[in-house]
């Protein structure tokens, strides 16, 4: 935590500020020549989180990896609408909407602000998920960090920030062989530990790479 970033601070507004002053990192990597192999890294992170005190909605936030896997497979487009779709299958419930009400998080300490183009900002945000000119690393954890601090599902944003996270990483062709590391809470005033965030998905991205192409267990 990097500042008075507890109480009532509205964590929305300090993460679309810190949103443009973050400096991502350069990433030498490259997207692999064959396709991604099976993306166990998230589906481990997943079932060794939730597996053991909520077996059936471990089951449900699989099947929603599936279908996010799927739509990065076609090359769908990022939106709140696909992400409902993901997240009907997380809760078990239909229809899934932008949440009506500010929301809170860590034990009521930070609170996500609402107003009448919230909506709209996310949407804009989630776009530049395949902006041209940042790396995969980077753009994968903004758009983790967008779904955090919007915090736009009534329930559930941790797993569909990584669904996210994971669907960003698919559609470039990338996946993880481990997720565990990125289990750190996040702070929406906290530009370095964005830029951390890429750095450390960048690491990941290589090492599994490095794995699959010698053979070695992850």
């Not at 008075?4 to 990597?29: C, H, M, N, Y």
């Not at 690393?137 to 779904?147: G, Q």
Request: overall charge neutral.
């Amino acid at each position: 935590m990097t500042s008075a970033s507890v109480g009532q601070q509205d964590a929305l507004a300090a993460w679309l500020s810190t949103r443009t002053e973050i400096s991502w990192p350069r990433w030498s990597g490259e997207r692999p020549a064959a396709g991604p192999p099976a993306p166990d890294g998230v589906r481990d992170f997943f079932t060794a989180t939730r597996g053991g005190r909520d077996p059936e909605g471990t089951a449900r936030v699989l099947t929603a990896l599936d279908q996010a896997l799927t739509d990065a497979k076609q090359g769908r487009q990022l939106t709140f609408a696909l992400m409902a779709g993901w997240q009907r299958a997380v809760l078990h419930r239909d229809p899934v909407g932008f949440r009506t009400m500010p929301a809170f998080a860590k034990g009521g300490r930070e609170r996500y602000g609402l107003a009448p183009d919230t909506p709209a900002r996310f949407e804009e945000c989630l776009s530049e998920s395949t902006q041209p000119d940042l790396p995969l690393p980077s753009r994968a954890a903004r758009t983790y960090l967008d779904v955090l601090f919007f915090h736009p599902f009534e329930d559930g944003n941790a797993r569909a920030a990584m669904l996210a996270l994971a669907f960003v990483l698919a559609r470039d062709g990338v996946s993880l062989d481990q997720a565990h590391p990125l289990q750190v809470t996040r702070w929406a005033d906290d530009a370095d530990g964005a830029a951390d965030l890429a750095v450390l998905i960048g690491i990941l991205i290589t090492a599994a790479q490095r794995r699959l192409f010698n053979g070695s267990p992850s």
